[in-house]
């Protein structure tokens, strides 16, 4: 059963033009064509990444964010519960307020006391700054690596220039040993990423960010076995270039240094817009799907290299509305809002804004307390004025 599927998967009616077979890309001493095993090699060196991550994020960001000021904010830790605990790791970590008013039971305790040691446990899982901070430096190197790597590759190659060389000669172009390398730098990091994303700090498209990974690593394990290796160095060089400002933004972020953040936040946005919503689009989306058709019909990989290129396209402008939903707001306010894809701002809003209802009941029941013994002190000091005043007056009571 297993042959069979591995013969029905490597037909060459999914991979490869019509009129082209697996016996026309045999591999001769001068010429080599991409192999599917090659891309097993992908995953040890995503490990070896994540290895290389850990050590860099221990020796080298950590000690960064201490030299340059980032604290993290000190959060009370939550008193020692088994019965909220249990419900916390086992049910739901904001629970509503019917389970608020059952649990309070359950425990003796008040139900604000439950609600503050639901928002404190959940502090403690909240990912420090300097976390934030390692997993920006280590991106922003990467990133910085990945994009002059794949420059350095690329300028001299002739699709770079002119995008209709992408496909002559296709699918019978060879692999250049450099080709090879950058596409396993990309790929093991993705799969790096993927390895990582437990771990890593979760925001609001944390699901995006999953489609994301997944729809660019099938798209450059299938483009690496079709042989579209042209079209996927140019989506991995575009990808590259706007995160290159992106990283750094947010490392002056949590620095506070609030006007070189604003400034590579409007670069970021401008490089982004333009690579992902112009660049992109016109450079690859144009290319695989007119371009191609000068040089072969459409086949299945056809179809398939360019839906995936089509979801990643429609994640560039979900980004899109992000990013100049935030322009407008720096534009508006004059500075660059928090991160609207983190969760844990939101978060914090919510403890301050508790925080200040908490503090107005305080002022109200105090002015109330105060006006209350005033007006109990008016009216007892009240007749003994008076009785004062009549004494001295001469006049006598009854």
């Not at 172009?173 to 080709?179: M, R, V």
Request: hydrophobic share 40%.
């Amino acid at each position: 059963m297993a042959h069979s599927f591995y013969e029905w998967l490597w037909q060459h009616e999914f991979w490869l033009p019509p009129g082209i077979t697996w016996e026309d890309m045999q591999e001769s001493e001068d010429i080599h064509y991409p192999q599917p095993r090659h891309l097993l090699l992908s995953i040890p060196f995503a490990l070896i990444l994540v290895v290389i991550r850990c050590a860099f994020e221990r020796a080298i960001a950590l000690p960064l964010s201490t030299k340059l000021g980032v604290r993290d904010k000190k959060r009370p830790k939550a008193q020692p519960n088994p019965v909220l605990e249990k419900f916390y790791s086992m049910c739901c970590k904001s629970p509503e307020e019917g389970e608020l008013i059952t649990l309070s039971k359950q425990c003796d305790l008040p139900v604000r006391k439950v609600e503050r040691w639901f928002r404190c446990r959940r502090n403690m899982d909240r990912p420090s700054l300097s976390k934030k901070f390692s997993e920006a430096c280590w991106r922003f190197t990467f990133y910085i690596i990945s994009f002059f790597t794949g420059l350095a590759v690329l300028y001299d190659k002739p699709w770079l220039w002119d995008h209709r060389e992408c496909w002559t000669g296709y699918p019978q172009q060879p692999l250049q040993p450099s080709l090879f390398w950058y596409y396993m730098l990309e790929l093991s990091f993705y799969w790096s990423l993927v390895f990582t994303l437990p771990f890593d700090v979760k925001r609001k498209d944390f699901k995006e960010q999953i489609v994301h990974h997944a729809a660019t690593i099938f798209l450059i394990s299938f483009s690496y076995c079709a042989n579209y290796i042209r079209i996927g160095t140019l989506v991995m060089v575009i990808h590259d270039a706007s995160d290159c400002f992106l990283e750094p933004t947010k490392i002056f972020n949590y620095m506070k240094w609030k006007k070189t953040c604003d400034s590579l936040f409007m670069i970021f946005s401008a490089v982004f817009l333009i690579s992902r919503l112009v660049i992109y689009p016109y450079t690859v989306l144009y290319n695989t799907y007119y371009y191609s058709m000068e040089i072969f019909q459409p086949f299945f990989g056809y179809y398939f290299v360019n839906t995936l290129l089509i979801i990643l396209q429609l994640l560039h402008v979900f980004w899109s509305y992000l990013i100049i939903h935030m322009v407008y707001k720096f534009i508006l306010r004059g500075t660059m809002e928090k991160d609207m894809r983190s969760d844990t701002e939101e978060s914090d809003k919510d403890e301050e804004r508790d925080k200040i209802k908490e503090k107005e009941k305080n002022r109200i029941t105090c002015f109330s307390n105060v006006t209350r013994n005033g007006y109990i002190q008016s009216n007892e000091s009240e007749p003994l004025n008076s009785r004062a005043h009549l004494a001295n007056g001469h006049i006598k009571e009854r």
